[in-house]
């Protein structure tokens, strides 16, 4: 690529585990009683999803309270992840197969593992190297699996360890057409690919730099004919121009 970012994946995993802390802050109120009005449900039983509850501005501070602590100790990704499979609430499988691409230790690796084998009665390997795409293809498989309140929000936080943009992208009452559980980082910051916009056309003759069997891509709108080719296009990822009078988004 042109442009890719240099991000440290262990200083990801590293910093990822404090965020990991934030789980402990989503148990206080919304999640720690099981679904609202109900007792939770026994630990390693799935129980339906934890509605969103008002709190009082005491219960905010709390939960900011516990948050800054729960931050500041070593290790508590564990006790925060433990908890949240304690619970027995599957909301808390969304951050925490997030949690699984952190790059962690095996120590943390085994309590994820366990964790979502325990809320999703599926049987997760914490030693296998696709454990978080395991995760994420089971929990792609389960729309029905709705994520706890203040989910999106918290992976903003996750993913803005990377790049604080990516808040712009996570927050409470995004709009939406997908579960937010299913984004996933694509390895760079934001824009840390630079799209092809309003891309430079020449004659097909004219492009001596292309073999006669190099793949393109091709489009055709109102008798306005296109060739985006597969070596170009690769640097960029997106190409965004107008074809025919329309607008379009080339996807590599």
Same mark, same amino acid.
């Given at each position: 690529?042109?442009m890719?970012?240099r991000y440290?994946?262990?200083r990801f995993a =590293?910093?990822?585990?404090?965020?990991?802390?934030?789980?402990?802050?989503m148990?206080i109120?919304?999640?720690?009683?099981?679904?609202?009005?109900?007792? +939770?449900?026994?630990?390693?039983?799935?129980?339906?999803?934890a509605?969103?509850?008002?709190? +009082?501005a005491e219960?905010?501070?709390i939960?900011l309270?516990? #948050?800054?602590?729960?931050?500041?100790q070593?290790g508590?990704?564990?006790t925060?992840i433990?908890?949240?499979?304690d619970?027995?609430?599957t909301?808390?499988?969304?951050?925490?197969?997030?949690?699984?691409?952190?790059?962690?230790a095996?120590?943390?690796?085994?309590?994820?593992?366990?964790?979502?084998?325990?809320l999703? $009665?599926? @049987?997760?390997?914490?030693? +296998?190297? #696709?454990?978080?795409?395991?995760?994420?293809?089971?929990? $792609? $498989?389960?729309?029905?699996?709705e994520?706890?309140?203040?989910y999106?929000?918290?992976?903003?936080?996750?993913?803005?360890?990377? *790049?604080? =943009?990516?808040?712009?992208?996570?927050?409470?009452g995004?709009?939406? +057409?997908?579960?937010i559980s299913?984004?996933?980082?694509?390895?760079?910051g934001? *824009?840390g690919?630079?799209?092809?916009? *309003?891309p430079v056309?020449t @004659?097909?003759?004219?492009a001596?730099?292309?073999?006669?069997? @190099?793949p393109?891509?091709?489009?055709?709108? #109102?008798?306005?004919?296109?060739?985006?080719?597969?070596?170009?296009?690769?640097?960029?990822e997106l190409s #965004?121009?107008?074809?025919?009078?329309?607008p379009?988004?080339?996807?590599?």
């Open positions: 690529m042109l890719t970012s440290s994946k262990s =590293r910093e990822a585990s404090l965020v990991a802390g934030g789980l402990g802050a148990l109120g919304a999640c720690s009683s099981g679904a609202a009005g109900e007792a +939770s449900a026994p630990a390693g039983t799935p129980s339906p999803v509605t969103a509850t008002a709190i +009082s219960e905010a501070e939960r309270r516990l #948050n800054s602590l729960f931050t500041r070593e508590v990704e564990i925060a433990r908890q949240a499979a619970t027995g609430n909301g808390f499988v969304a951050p925490i197969v997030d949690l699984a691409a952190a790059g962690f095996d120590e943390e690796r085994s309590a994820i593992a366990d964790a979502l084998t325990r999703t $009665g599926e @049987e997760f390997d914490p030693s +296998s190297f #696709n454990l978080h795409e395991d995760a994420y293809r089971w929990l $792609g $498989g389960h729309p029905e699996i994520a706890v309140p203040g999106a929000a918290w992976k903003g936080d996750l993913y803005g360890i990377i *790049d604080r =943009r990516f808040i712009d992208f996570f927050y409470e995004v709009p939406a +057409s997908v579960p299913g984004a996933v980082w694509g390895g760079v934001v *824009d690919i630079p799209p092809l916009d *309003d056309f @004659e097909p003759d004219d001596t730099y292309l073999e006669l069997d @190099e393109v891509f091709g489009v055709s709108i #109102n008798g306005d004919a296109r060739a985006y080719p597969l070596r170009i296009l690769a640097w960029h #965004n121009d107008v074809v025919g009078g329309k379009v988004a080339l996807v590599y």
